[in-house]
């Protein structure tokens, strides 16, 4: 079992090449507030003026926050040294779709129209998270950047084996519905993903 969730994750978390310097970032809204940890880190690398935290309260937030995820997430980087008005915060966002729409129309609002984006993501979250961003902000040129952790130092608990197996599926139904743009799955991937769901870990599978 850990061997294929290894393969998903390690798959999954592959980012591809950052550049120096971007227009914006956007962390995306997740219950692990080690993204929002992870952004600021980025911010104040000097990697953009701006650091967009996204996301209200989603289909696992909804049942352990009171608060929306982007506002705990503003305060996790300020705490960490971020400036107040290098902040921007979208807390209406439900899902990933809408981190991007909401924060697109945030920024539209105040004139401000991005060429390049950095979005900070849970690392499983990585490929979705560019195939998403590309699609439904497509006058960006996303990168993605997570925290450089092996699966054993991320957690292998069963909540996020069957999160990350539900990621790589939506890999598949969100581009056949044309919410994200394509990503090639090797064939050996979606094997470790059929014995992960035979397995039981199917809590976030699309039926």
């Known amino acids: 079992m850990i061997s294929d969730a290894e393969l998903i ?23 692990d507030l080690r993204v929002a940890s992870y952004a600021a880190e980025v911010f104040l690398s000097g ?19 009171t608060r929306p995820e982007a506002d705990l997430f503003a305060a996790r980087c300020r705490s960490l040294g971020v400036p107040q008005e290098c902040i921007f915060v979208e807390s209406a966002s439900t899902n990933t779709g809408e981190n991007f729409r909401f924060s697109r129309e945030l920024l ?18 990585a490929k979705r998270a560019w195939a998403t961003g590309t699609k439904q902000w497509p006058e960006v040129s996303w990168s993605v950047m997570t925290q450089p952790l092996s699966l054993e130092e991320y957690g292998t608990d ?22 994200q743009a394509p990503v090639e799955v090797p064939d050996e991937i979606w094997s470790a993903y059929d014995r992960l769901v035979a397995a039981g870990y199917d809590q976030y599978v699309i039926k």
């Open 9 to 31: 994750y390690n798959f999954l978390s592959s980012p591809g090449r950052v550049p120096d310097h971007a227009d914006f970032i956007i962390a995306l809204g997740t219950h």
């Open 47 to 65: 990697r953009a003026p701006i650091l967009i935290c996204s996301g209200g309260l989603g289909k696992v937030t909804a049942s352990l926050f």
């Open 108 to 125: 539209a609002d105040r004139g401000i129209f991005p060429s390049t984006g950095i979005a900070v993501s849970k690392p499983y979250m």
């Open 158 to 179: 069963e909540t996020t084996i069957s999160l990350m197996v539900g990621d790589l599926q939506r890999l598949r139904v969100y581009a056949e519905m044309g919410f």
